[in-house]
């Protein structure tokens, strides 16, 4: 599993001058995104998944990343929701002049932000994967936490859960069969809803029509 930053390499002489720096946890779909839209003009730089599951340094990963890229693009957009941060992803951002993804969390934008709230409000109980997740819910879940070794561990961490929702960006049966096992393991009930790229795809469109037709 990749988990280190990333970026899409350009020549010196033809590097764009869009960047788009994502959050390492949906580089896959920032960059079928960019596939589906023909864009060569675009460039993408991921900071580390992992912080997916260290919110507090996320304001801090990417105020350095935005200070370090100063002057290098004309345009940056931030592919980040709020994602935990309580606020300080967008201080750093408005310091910086840069937007970002609507909303509070990827599983908000990846859903549809209000199909998200609707899923929180119907039962606030709800643990979500994404292609993403299911695909490292080992690494990330079951062995940093030791719960393969201690489900004594279980109850503690995810006993006011009641259902997993797998919210599917892609028509993958290996990635269903594993968020099922997650769910068993959990010991919670399974639900799967299909969202493809959600919010994701217009709101990239929208900024990079806007920088690029400016």
């Known amino acids: ?25 949906i580089a896959r779909e920032v960059l079928a995104v960019i596939r589906l839209n023909g864009w060569t003009h675009v460039d993408v730089r991921c900071l580390p998944a992992k912080l997916h599951s260290t919110p507090q340094k996320i304001a801090g990963a990417v105020d350095a990343k935005l200070t370090e ?25 408005d310091r910086h002049g840069v ?11 990846l859903a549809g932000n ?7 409000e119907e039962e606030l109980g709800t643990y979500y994967l994404t292609d ?15 719960l393969d070794t201690h489900p004594e561990l279980l109850p503690m961490m995810f006993g006011n859960y009641k259902r997993l929702i797998y919210l599917a ?9 594993r968020a099922r096992a997650a769910a068993a393991f959990l010991g919670l009930e399974y639900e799967e809803r299909r969202t493809g790229y959600g919010e994701l795809q217009p709101s990239l469109v929208q900024f990079v029509d806007m920088r690029t037709h400016a």
């Open 114 to 120: 209000d199909a998200w709230d609707a899923m929180q």
């Open 69 to 93: 890229l100063k002057g290098s693009y004309d345009s940056i957009f931030v592919a980040y929701a709020d994602c935990g941060t309580g606020g300080a992803l967008d201080t750093v951002l």
């Open 169 to 177: 960006q892609t028509d993958n049966d290996d990635l269903r069969q």
């Open 132 to 146: 993403f997740l299911a695909r490292h819910f080992e690494s990330l879940i079951v062995r940093p936490f030791k």
């Open 99 to 109: 937007e970002r993804l609507p909303g509070a969390h990827c599983y908000g934008f």
């Open 1 to 25: 599993m990749e988990l280190l930053e990333t970026e899409v390499a350009f020549d010196a002489a033809e590097r764009p001058d869009v960047l788009i720096l994502a959050c390492g946890a």
